[in-house]
């Protein structure tokens, strides 16, 4: 079954620490992966997306097949990065090109 | 370029009452979905569709019902309101079925 694992449902770093958002994934196939982005009260917004190796705002995600992992990082944490953040995967067979998501990680940056 | 608009942006119901969330999106995109969105459950999608005149059942759909006879719409129907769907909800697009553009989001609240 396709799954998306996030492990810490809460995560608080000082400003300036480097943050590493955990994320792994249950699928036999090619995966496909996002990190989505949610400020206070605001919509879901795209951060990143596995098959284009971007780096947004700092963060960074690499896909890590052997370890089903695609974990967000960035070097030194803002406060503005404080949101949460969600994890997906394309959903495969029904529902196909839906997203599954993780439970989500509240990011906490503290000055 | 509204992208994706959502209304109400907030909504309270009696327990029984029906009411229909509109979603509606400018940017030509064939699929078009709804997740809601509950604390520690992440996002669970309810509905979508791939095109005007499809839709299809998402992982949580019992309760609530979607049509699609336009590109740009796609309006979610509660039909009977219990308090099990107090939630937020969110209406996606995309052209791809890979980035998501979502919406701001409406907050039910059913009493």
């Known amino acids: 079954a396709q799954r998306v694992t996030q492990p810490e449902k809460l995560l608080s770093v000082f400003k300036g620490a480097p943050v590493e958002l955990k994320c792994n994934y249950s699928y036999s196939g090619s995966p496909e992966l996002f990190w989505y982005v949610q400020y206070s009260r605001q919509r879901l917004q795209l951060l990143l997306r596995h098959i284009s190796r971007e780096s947004i705002k700092g963060f960074t995600a690499d896909l890590n097949k052997g370890e089903t992992s695609f974990h967000l990082k960035k070097p030194f944490a803002q406060e503005e990065d404080s949101a949460m953040y969600y994890c997906a995967l394309k959903r495969y067979g029904g529902s196909q090109g839906n997203l599954i998501f993780g439970k989500g990680t509240k990011l906490s940056v503290k000055p | 370029n509204a992208g994706v608009t959502q209304t109400p942006k907030f909504q309270v119901l009696k327990t029984g009452q029906s009411m229909t969330l509109q979603c509606a999106q400018d940017m030509n995109h064939e699929y078009m979905s709804w997740y809601r969105q509950d604390p520690g459950m992440g996002l669970r999608l309810i509905h979508y569709?791939?095109?005007?005149?499809?839709?299809d059942q998402g992982e949580v759909p019992n309760g609530y019902n979607v049509s699609r006879s336009t590109t740009e719409d796609f309006p979610l129907r509660l039909l009977s309101a219990a308090p099990s769907q107090t939630s937020v909800y969110f209406c996606?697009?995309?052209?791809?079925?890979?980035?998501?553009?979502f919406g701001s989001g409406t907050r039910l609240t059913v009493v």
């Open positions: 996606a697009s995309s052209w791809d079925s890979y980035g998501y553009t």
């Open positions: 569709s791939v095109g005007a005149g499809i839709t």
